[in-house]
């Protein structure tokens, strides 16, 4: 773990750059978190994404697998691999400050 | 990470429910890294998407000693039936989905599913023999193509 400044707040993030305190989040981080892996700007259904990833996070200590993302947040799965082509899972988890998802599926 | 996987293109050669998922998890664990993912059914893995039989996958109870199954307890009739519904329902538990299902997944996340032609031949299927979201009927040649540049795994 390291610490690492994101729209001028220190926050602790892994080797990766996943917050490993999903309280340190604001959607500042979320933005410029976003811009650095090329999402820019974020629209409504990717803050649509994110906030169903994290509620779910927080709800349940679990991040969500791409199976419930496409069934349960609203945006199918062919929608959610346009808004995030380099993986949904995995960048909604880091731009919404959670931990990395340790799933398989 | 110059290094890093970009495409995977997976052979899937074996139809039954042991020989068909690790082909498509590691497929959709492409996906979801936002690699490149082709998916080649070959053989009897080409049940996988073939309409007719892909709602019915079944694990192999004779001649799987991974199984750990007496061969004369594992040939008695409906043992194969139960242990897959056995399996079924431990993968529904994990979020795994049953193998239809997984093949839309697959498909909406972008992978490229594909048939071999000469197996097609041989069974005397047709492209209606397979889902609509099949990508093509190709030969082994045009498979080496699309592979091209990538890492190619076979299951």
């Known amino acids: 773990m390291s610490t690492a400044v994101i729209a001028n707040y220190p926050i602790e993030v892994d080797a990766e750059g996943f917050l490993q305190k999903p309280e340190q989040w604001t959607e500042e981080i979320a933005v410029a978190i976003a811009r650095e892996v090329g999402i820019d700007p974020l629209t409504t259904p990717h803050w649509q994404v994110i906030r169903f990833m994290r509620d779910r996070y927080l709800q349940t200590g679990q991040a969500p697998s791409i199976r419930t993302l496409g069934k349960e947040s609203g945006v199918s799965t062919k929608e959610l691999y346009q808004l995030f082509p380099k993986g949904p899972a995995k960048l909604a988890a880091r731009i919404g400050g959670i931990p990395k998802p340790h799933g398989c599926i | 990470m110059s290094n890093a996987i970009e495409k995977v293109s997976i052979i899937i050669s074996k139809g039954s429910f042991e020989g068909i998922y690790p082909g498509l998890i590691m ?57 897959t519904r056995q399996m079924e329902k431990k993968m529904e538990e994990l979020d795994i989905p049953p193998v239809p299902e997984f093949i839309t997944l697959l498909a909406d996340s972008g992978a490229k599913l594909y048939a071999c032609k000469a197996s097609v031949e041989m069974f005397d299927l047709t492209r209606e023999s397979f889902i609509d979201e099949l990508e093509g009927i190709i030969t082994v040649g045009e498979f080496y193509g699309l592979a091209a540049g990538g890492q190619i795994i076979f299951t």
């Open chain 2, 27 to 83: 497929a959709n664990g492409a996906r979801m890294e936002g690699i490149e993912a082709n998916v080649f059914f070959t053989f009897f893995g080409m049940d996988a998407i073939n309409k007719k039989h892909y709602e019915h996958l079944k694990v192999a109870t004779v001649g799987n000693p991974g199984l750990h199954l007496p061969t004369m307890v594992g040939g008695l009739p409906g043992m194969s039936a139960l242990v």
